[in-house]
């Protein structure tokens, strides 16, 4: 399926990507400037970083996701679109090289963000055919977006910016969690709370 410039195969290993990622994507693209390395958390097909890499192709490119399946599709994505992308599988920061650390221009990720609860309302053809791990971050739905504010600030270089899709609903709590990066929360084309971005301070 196409997103962005690329093509990205999908299956039920994987999330399949959706319009307000493609918009994350652009977002991201026009706050940064010539970036050198640049991070997608939460990976699954691949689909951010893939496309990050064939947008800024002398940028160093890392993925993560925790799903070994999710992992394995991404690469076999990044090797058929003939980028080069790391990919690593693991939670969130923790795959990747300590070098890194203060060091990184753009962190991107659509993570998980709904709750337990929220499963159950999806529609079957999601909740029956997408991996629940790729939906639910736990019994709030900001967990993970918490977590990636958290350690954030210590893996951007200063100025750094860090883009994330969240849930409509979470826009003030997220704001609150991304306070240490100024987070700013951003509506989508439909006048939706679909976004944070935050950078880090100088
Ligand atoms: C909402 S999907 C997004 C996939 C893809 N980035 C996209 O935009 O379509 C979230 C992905 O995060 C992964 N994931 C969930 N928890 C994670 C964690 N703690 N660390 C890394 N990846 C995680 C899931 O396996 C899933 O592939």
Same mark, same amino acid.
């Given at each position: 399926m196409p997103f962005g410039p690329i093509e990205v195969a999908v299956d039920p290993r994987v999330l399949v990507?959706?319009? *307000?990622? $493609?918009?994350?994507? $652009?977002?991201?693209?026009?706050i940064v400037d010539d970036p050198m390395v640049i991070v997608d958390l939460c990976?699954? /097909?691949?689909?951010?970083?893939?496309?990050?890499?064939?947008? @800024?192709? /002398?940028?160093?490119?890392?993925?993560?996701?925790? /799903? !070994?399946?999710?992992?394995d599709l991404a690469r076999e994505n990044a090797r058929d679109a003939g980028l080069d992308?790391?990919?690593?599988?693991?939670?969130? @920061? $923790?795959?990747l !090289?300590?070098?890194l650390r203060g060091r990184i221009d753009l962190i991107v990720s659509n993570p998980p963000?709904?709750?337990v609860a929220e499963l159950a309302d999806l529609p079957i053809d999601v909740r029956d055919h997408e991996?629940?791990?790729a939906l639910v971050a736990g019994p709030v739905g900001d967990e993970v977006l918490a977590r990636i504010a958290e350690a954030a600030p210590e893996w951007l270089r200063p100025g750094g910016?860090?883009?994330? *899709?969240? /849930? $409509? @609903?979470?826009g003030p709590a997220v704001a609150g969690h991304f306070v240490s990066v100024d987070g700013e929360i951003k509506q989508d084309l439909f006048g939706k709370e679909r976004f944070v971005i935050g950078a880090a301070r100088q």
């Open positions: 990507p959706r319009p *307000e990622t $493609e918009q994350l994507y $652009e977002i991201a693209c026009d990976t699954g /097909s691949g689909n951010l970083a893939i496309a990050l890499k064939h947008t @800024f192709p /002398s940028a160093t490119v890392y993925a993560t996701d925790i /799903s !070994p399946d999710a992992a992308v790391t990919i690593l599988g693991g939670d969130l @920061f $923790e795959p !090289p300590h070098h963000y709904l709750a991996p629940t791990v910016v860090v883009v994330c *899709e969240i /849930s $409509e @609903f979470h």
